[in-house]
């Protein structure tokens, strides 16, 4: 039992290590580039034209995607573990589990941002945040595109770090694998246009079922962190409660107006919605002090949820997963 608890801790030690001095592997490595080449490789054989194929098309779009991908990230750990051993079944898991979440990656893509507005170069500040979000950048003011880059890196607290770390928690590194397939088909599928409708409809429906609990949990751990910066958690809160619900999304509003609200700005998407009661951001550095925030949040809820979580359950759901699958393929 403690031999298993040791292991487990170094999954997550080396995760969290090679998220912070490496980063994000090369994309042909990358397990989120794998799912989405399967995703694009199933949805060019989906026909459109009659909605009720389509949403049956896209329901098997997103299971056939889900279940692959944890099935192998199952049988990967089931077969090092067996084959050889739990040092390697420690060290592998800790490199794929930090491919599933991403705590410092918000940092590298802010930080050009800030830098090319600190030297007043707004074209290349407005190509710079092109490449964090999906809306048209190319008329935007300093202000709002301080907004949108910030706004990106709150958003992505939920998405790309609680999310991952709590199923990762609850149920283990499969767990982890599935949610991440399920986020990268909304990602990729779940949009409204003509195109995905009907075939997006799942995804869409799944990534706002499966991260309706941490956009909320988050934000304890947000407001906690705006206060041990000394920022203002109360206001965070008092946002957060008030503009939770200005996103299309059930879950974005909760998180991202809990960041507005604490660093005392406005969150501005035109046409869309507004998020906080302070001014437009005019000061870069507002960047520079919202990852400090989404950092130590994540940090926070590591160690109080998702370390206590693994241990106590994840990990021993885990191995009852990888041992039931070795059995029946005859390991």
């Not at 995703?39 to 909605?51: N, T, V």
């Not at 990656?105 to 800030?114: D, G, L, N, W």
Request: charged share 20%; proline share 4%; net charge positive.
């Amino acid at each position: 039992m403690f031999e298993l608890l040791f292991y487990a801790l170094l999954t997550l030690t080396v995760a969290v290590l090679v998220d912070l001095l490496l980063g994000e592997p090369p994309n042909r490595l990358h397990p989120v580039v794998w799912m989405g080449k399967v995703i694009s490789f199933l949805d060019r054989r989906i026909s459109r034209g009659r909605p009720r194929r389509e949403r049956a098309a896209g329901v098997a779009l997103a299971m056939i995607t889900i279940l692959l991908f944890s099935f192998l990230s199952l049988l990967l750990l089931a077969a090092l573990r067996n084959s050889l051993g739990l040092l390697a079944w420690a060290i592998v898991g800790g490199i794929l589990l930090k491919t599933m979440f991403a705590i410092n990656a918000m940092s590298r893509h802010t930080e050009p941002v800030r830098k090319a507005l600190l030297e007043d170069d707004l074209e290349s500040a407005r190509g710079k945040a092109a490449m964090m979000v999906s809306r048209d950048v190319s008329q935007l003011d300093k202000g709002h595109v301080i907004s949108c880059a910030a706004e990106s890196a709150a958003e992505n607290t939920v998405d790309s770090i609680f999310s991952p770390l709590f199923y990762f928690g609850l149920l283990g590194l499969p767990a982890a694998v599935a949610y991440r397939a399920s986020n990268t088909l909304d990602a990729m599928v779940g949009y409204l246009n003509d195109k995905y409708r009907y075939v997006g409809w799942f995804s869409a429906k799944l990534d706002d079922a499966t991260n309706w609990l941490m956009a909320r949990v988050a934000v304890p751990f947000i407001l906690l962190a705006l206060a041990l910066l000394g920022k203002d958690g109360k206001a965070g809160w008092a946002s957060s409660k008030k503009y939770h619900d200005q996103t299309l999304s059930p879950n974005k509003g909760w998180h991202m107006s809990a960041f507005a609200g604490g660093l005392g700005i406005r969150f501005e998407k035109m046409g869309w919605y507004v998020m906080g009661d302070g001014p437009l951001p005019s000061d870069p550095e507002v960047l520079r002090d919202t990852i400090k925030v989404m950092t130590l949040a994540s940090y926070l809820f590591l160690f109080a949820a998702v370390i206590p979580l693994y241990l106590l359950v994840g990990v021993h759901l885990q191995i009852y997963m990888e041992d039931l699958l070795w059995n029946i393929i005859g390991g």
